[in-house]
């Protein structure tokens, strides 16, 4: 596609279960990012992809949260034993990677609900 | 320690108007400033960046300014227009291969009224 794909548009789980959120990002573009936005708040960074290996996961709340991007393309964020203040809208972005003034290219989010 | 802020929460503007939005930051060690705009249910779409060794970025009807000793930049939306409608926010990030990684404010809703 065109733009950076992200699916489910919408998640509703319950607290403690599993959830796993995918990103498919431009095509070409080697680098990955995901993003974090609770409401009434701006993104926070959670990790960066840099072809197939996280570059920074410093972002990472705790070790519930993980994420991959085995083949250097689709990657995806996965949260274990969800808490209800995980929830917040994932906003997975790509861009060429590489030097760069910094601009991403968002796609429109995963809103999560942990009930 | 939000290292940028964006101190008003919305703006509101008649239709041909100026807009200017707001953004301060407290680390000097920033090398770009961006600027992304947000429609409901959408993602956020890239508007205009700045480096810091710039004072001004002008891209049609938006222009950035930068005031490094006052560590404070604006975006400035002229004429304004009814589908400019949408949360701003103002983000910074450092050079370097990780570019990408930006600290953003908490954005401006912006309101322009026919």
């Known amino acids: 596609g065109a733009g950076v794909s992200q699916t489910p548009s919408n998640k509703v789980t319950e607290k403690g279960k599993y959830v796993e959120l995918r990103c498919d990002p431009i095509?070409?573009?080697?680098?990955l990012y995901w993003y974090r936005q609770s409401l009434g708040q701006g993104p926070e960074f959670l990790i960066y992809?840099?072809?197939?290996?996280?570059?920074?996961d410093s972002g990472l709340p705790n070790d519930r949260f993980f994420a991959v991007r085995p083949e250097g393309s689709v990657s995806t964020l996965k949260i274990q034993r969800t808490e209800r203040g995980d929830s917040a809208v994932y906003l997975c972005?790509?861009?060429?990677?590489?030097?760069?003034?910094?601009?991403?290219?968002f796609g429109e989010g995963s809103r999560l609900t942990v009930l | 320690d939000q290292q940028v802020k964006q101190n008003s929460p919305s703006l509101s503007v008649q239709e041909g108007r100026i807009s200017i939005l707001n953004c301060d930051y407290t680390?000097?060690?920033?090398?770009?400033f961006l600027w992304y705009k947000k429609y409901p249910a959408e993602g956020p779409t890239f508007l205009i960046s700045?480096?810091?060794?710039?004072d001004k970025n002008e891209d049609g009807r938006f222009t950035v300014f930068l005031n490094k000793s006052a560590k404070h930049l604006s975006l400035h939306i002229v004429p304004s227009q009814p589908g400019d409608s949408a949360v701003y926010f103002c983000?910074?990030?450092?050079?370097?291969?990780?570019?990408?990684?930006?600290?953003f404010g908490d954005g401006t809703t912006l309101t322009v009224k026919p």
């Open positions: 972005a790509s861009s060429l990677g590489g030097l760069s003034t910094g601009e991403l290219f």
């Open positions: 095509s070409g573009h080697t680098a």
């Open positions: 992809f840099q072809g197939t290996g996280a570059a920074d």
């Open positions: 680390n000097s060690m920033f090398d770009y």
């Open positions: 700045i480096s810091s060794i710039k």
């Open positions: 983000a910074a990030s450092f050079k370097n291969t990780n570019a990408g990684k930006s600290t």
